[in-house]
C-alpha cells in the first residue's frame, strides 16, 4: 500500500511538473516574440502616479472589507467570543503574504495557522479554522458569478468563450449549494469521541456554520461583494494610470482573466502567464500588446504591493519568520498530530510544547 501511494505521488508531482513546463514555455513565448520591450518601458515612463495611489487606497478598502467579511464567519463558527478583529486582520494579511511570494495556496495554511495561535487549544482547534477558510471562499462565489454575468452582458470576448464562462458558473452554483448543505446547523452535538477524520470533518463542518444564519451570510456575502468591486474599479484606476482609457466593462474583463491565471499557482504569482492573458483581451479594445503586458506587470505590482507589505508587518507582528511562513502546513500537519495525543488537554503546558514543535512561536 505505502509504495501504491508513493508512485501515486510521485506520478502526480511529475504531472504537476509537466504541466508547469509546458505552461512556462507557452509564457515565455508569448512574451519573447510578443511585445516589443521597448514599448513596454516607455509605458513604464509615463504613468500617471497619482491613479496609482487611489488604486492602491482601493485594494486597501478591499482588504480590509474581505477581511471583515471572514470575521463575520469565524464569529458564527466558534463557541463564545470569536478572535477580535486585529487577529484576524493579522492572519488575513500573513496568508495574502503568503499567497503572493510562495507557490501554491500556502496562504489559506498560513491563515489558519495564525489564528488557530490566538483561539483556544483543543484536539483538531485547526479544523474550525479551515472551515471558515471554505465558507469565506464559497461566498466569493455570489460576486464572481456575478462578474461573469456581467462580462458576458458587456464585455467584448471570443463567441466560445461563452460556453466556458456558462460552465463555470454552473460549477460555482453547485459549490455553494454543496457547502450549503454541509454546514451544520448548531454548535451543541458532541464530537470529542469520535475518530480523527470524522472529528475533522465535523469541526469544519461548524466553519460552514455561517451559511445557516441569514443576516451574518448576508452581511458576509454583501462585504466580500463590496471587495470585489473594489476590486475592480481598482483595476480600472490603474488602467488610467497606464493610460489606458477603456470602459469599465473591460475592466472587468481583466479582473475575471487575472484571476482563472492565479487560480493555480505554478509559480509564485504565476508573474508572466498572468501578463499574457490580461493583454490578449485587452487587444480587442484597441490597446496595444506591448501596452497592455507593461499593464499587467504594473497591475499585478499594485495589487501585490498592499497585500505583501500588510503581510510583512504583520508577520513581524506575530513573531514570525520568512522561514516560518513557508513552513506552515507542515507545522499545522504537527499541530493536528499534537492535539491528537493530547485527547482534550487544554493546558497551557501543552500548547507551548506543541508550538515549540511546529516552528510557530506563541
Given at each position: 500500500?505505502n ?6 505521488a510521485a506520478?502526480s508531482?511529475?504531472?504537476r511538473?509537466?504541466?508547469?513546463l509546458?505552461v512556462?514555455c ?6 519573447w516574440?510578443?511585445?516589443d520591450w ?7 515612463q509615463?504613468v ?7 488604486a492602491?487606497?482601493?485594494n486597501?478598502a478591499?482588504?480590509v ?7 463575520l ?5 466558534v463557541?463564545g467570543p470569536?478572535?477580535?478583529y486585529r487577529?484576524?486582520?493579522s492572519?488575513f494579511?500573513?496568508?495574502?503574504l ?9 496562504g489559506?495554511v498560513?491563515?489558519?495557522a495564525?489564528l ?7 484536539r483538531?482547534a485547526?479544523a474550525?479554522p479551515?472551515?471558515?477558510v471554505?465558507a ?8 464572481i458569478v456575478?462578474?461573469?454575468l456581467?462580462?458576458?452582458?458587456t464585455a467584448k ?6 460556453s466556458?464562462?456558462?460552465?463555470v ?7 455553494f449549494?454543496?457547502?450549503f448543505l454541509s ?10 469521541s469520535?475518530g480523527t477524520?470524522r472529528?475533522v470533518w465535523?469541526?469544519?463542518r461548524?466553519?460552514l ?10 452581511g458576509a456575502i454583501?462585504l466580500?461583494t ?8 481598482a483595476?480600472?484606476?490603474a488602467m488610467r494610470?497606464f493610460d ?10 481583466v479582473?475575471?482573466v487575472?484571476?482563472?491565471a492565479t487560480i ?9 502567464a498572468?501578463q499574457v492573458?490580461?493583454?490578449i ?22 495589487e501585490?504591493?498592499?497585500?505583501i507589505g500588510?503581510g510583512?508587518?504583520?508577520?513581524a507582528?506575530e ?10 502546513p507542515?507545522a ?5 498530530s499534537?492535539?491528537d495525543?493530547a ?9 507551548e510544547?506543541t ?5 510557530v512561536?506563541g
Amino acid at each position: 500500500m505505502n509504495k501504491e501511494m508513493f508512485r501515486a505521488a510521485a506520478g502526480s508531482r511529475w504531472l504537476r511538473v509537466g504541466v508547469a513546463l509546458a505552461v512556462f514555455c507557452a509564457v515565455v513565448a508569448g512574451l519573447w516574440f510578443g511585445p516589443d520591450w521597448h514599448t513596454v518601458g516607455d509605458a513604464f515612463q509615463n504613468v500617471h502616479w497619482e491613479w496609482v495611489a487611489v488604486a492602491l487606497a482601493i485594494n486597501l478598502a478591499s482588504i480590509v472589507a474581505r477581511s471583515v467579511a471572514w470575521k463575520l464567519v469565524i464569529d458564527q463558527a466558534v463557541e463564545g467570543p470569536g478572535p477580535r478583529y486585529r487577529y484576524v486582520f493579522s492572519a488575513f494579511s500573513v496568508g495574502m503574504l503568503a499567497n503572493a511570494v510562495l507557490p501554491g495556496r500556502i496562504g489559506e495554511v498560513a491563515r489558519v495557522a495564525v489564528l488557530t495561535r490566538r483561539m483556544e487549544r483543543r484536539r483538531s482547534a485547526w479544523a474550525t479554522p479551515v472551515g471558515t477558510v471554505v465558507a469565506h471562499r464559497m461566498f466569493d462565489l455570489i460576486p464572481i458569478v456575478l462578474l461573469i454575468l456581467y462580462v458576458l452582458v458587456t464585455a467584448k470576448i471570443p463567441a466560445w468563450a461563452y460556453s466556458s464562462l456558462i460552465v463555470v458558473v454552473s460549477i460555482g452554483a453547485a459549490l455553494f449549494i454543496f457547502a450549503f448543505l454541509s454546514a451544520r446547523h448548531d454548535h451543541t452535538t458532541r464530537i470529542d469521541s469520535v475518530g480523527t477524520i470524522r472529528h475533522v470533518w465535523a469541526m469544519a463542518r461548524k466553519g460552514l456554520a455561517v451559511m445557516h444564519r441569514p443576516a451574518p451570510a448576508a452581511g458576509a456575502i454583501c462585504l466580500q461583494t463590496l471587495g470585489w468591486v473594489c476590486q475592480l474599479f481598482a483595476v480600472y484606476t490603474a488602467m488610467r494610470a497606464f493610460d489606458i482609457h477603456a470602459p469599465v466593462p473591460a475592466a472587468a474583463l481583466v479582473l475575471l482573466v487575472m484571476n482563472v491565471a492565479t487560480i493555480i499557482p505554478l509559480w509564485p504569482g504565476n508573474v508572466g502567464a498572468v501578463q499574457v492573458v490580461i493583454a490578449i483581451p485587452l487587444v480587442s479594445y484597441g490597446v496595444a500588446y506591448a501596452d497592455g503586458v507593461a499593464f499587467g506587470f504594473g497591475l499585478q505590482a499594485i495589487e501585490a504591493s498592499v497585500g505583501i507589505g500588510l503581510g510583512l508587518i504583520f508577520l513581524a507582528h506575530e513573531g514570525l519568520s520568512f522561514a516560518t511562513l513557508r513552513g506552515m502546513p507542515t507545522a499545522v500537519d504537527e499541530l493536528e498530530s499534537d492535539g491528537d495525543d493530547a485527547g482534550d488537554d487544554d493546558g497551557p503546558a501543552g500548547t507551548e510544547a506543541t508550538r515549540a514543535r511546529a516552528g510557530v512561536s506563541g
